[in-house]
């Protein structure tokens, strides 16, 4: 029982620490952590802590939108999926599944 076991969050940790250790915009000699937070009614949050080897401000947006990119492109090889509360769209989107299946409101 003292085994360790992968489950898919933290194989998905690891791969984000790979990725962002690998990654030539990242700065390799300041502080870079990927860690689980406590897990939350909206889910189990992961906080990503690193640098940047560039101060400017364009450049920097445009490394950190290309990793978040990539981070939510890969997240269903893992079996994850973002955790987004519904909107008045996703309701309506619904609407017609619930009354093919129950029928019409009376």
């Known amino acids: 029982m003292n085994t360790r076991r992968i489950t898919n969050i933290g194989s998905f940790r690891a791969y984000v ?3 962002l250790r690998h ?3 990242i700065h390799q000699n300041m ?3 990927v860690r689980q937070l406590s897990p939350t009614a909206d889910g189990l949050p992961l906080e ?4 940047t080897n560039t101060i400017a401000w364009n450049a920097y947006e445009g490394i950190q ?3 978040f990119d990539h981070l939510l492109a890969i997240l269903p090889e893992f079996g994850l999926r973002v955790f987004q509360h519904p909107s008045g769209a996703d309701m309506r989107e619904l609407r017609p599944a619930i009354v093919e299946q129950h029928g019409a409101a009376q």
Do not use: A, V
């Open 65 to 67: 939108s290309d990793i």
């Open 23 to 25: 990654n030539p915009n």
């Open 48 to 51: 990503i802590y690193c640098f």
């Open 17 to 19: 620490e790979h990725y």
């Open 31 to 33: 502080t870079l952590l």
